[in-house]
Nanobody, 120 residues
Framework: QVQLVESGGGLVQAGGSLRLSCAASGIIFSINDMGWYRQGPGKQRELVATIIGSGSTNYRDSVKGRFTISRDNAKNTVYLQMNSLKPEDTAVYYC??????????????WGKGTLVTVSS
């Protein structure tokens, strides 16, 4: 089993910054993609940013230039640096990881989420 634990959420004023972390633990052979998703009030879950093992990244348009995703492969951890936060960034942020087991099969895992609230 693999567990993903997010941290770093909280309340911040518009224009402020937060840094989210997500650490994977358990039986991990290797990790493929890691990413952050979010679900705002009354909205569907949406992709925020992803990063593959080589370090290539992908962002949704609304966060480009404000958010930065990174990963520490030695620590099985992914980060999301969020700057210039806006009220519309308010959401529960979920970590996702595609993890290979010792047989080479990849499976998706999700964290329980961390709440980010941006006040205007």
């Amino acid at each position: 089993q693999v567990q993903l634990v997010e941290s770093g959420g909280g309340l911040v004023q518009a224009g402020g910054s937060l840094r989210l972390s997500c650490a994977a633990s358990g039986i991990i052979f290797s990790i493929n993609d890691m990413g952050w998703y979010r679900q705002g009030p009354g909205k569907q879950r949406e992709l925020v940013a992803t990063i593959i093992g080589s370090g290539s990244t992908n962002y949704r348009d609304s966060v480009k230039g404000r958010f930065t995703i990174s990963r520490d492969n030695a620590k099985n951890t992914v980060y999301l640096q969020m700057n210039s936060l806006k009220p519309e960034d308010t959401a529960v942020y979920y970590c996702n990881a595609n993890v290979n087991n010792v047989k080479g099969y990849g499976m998706d895992y999700w964290g329980k989420g961390t709440l980010v609230t941006v006040s205007s």
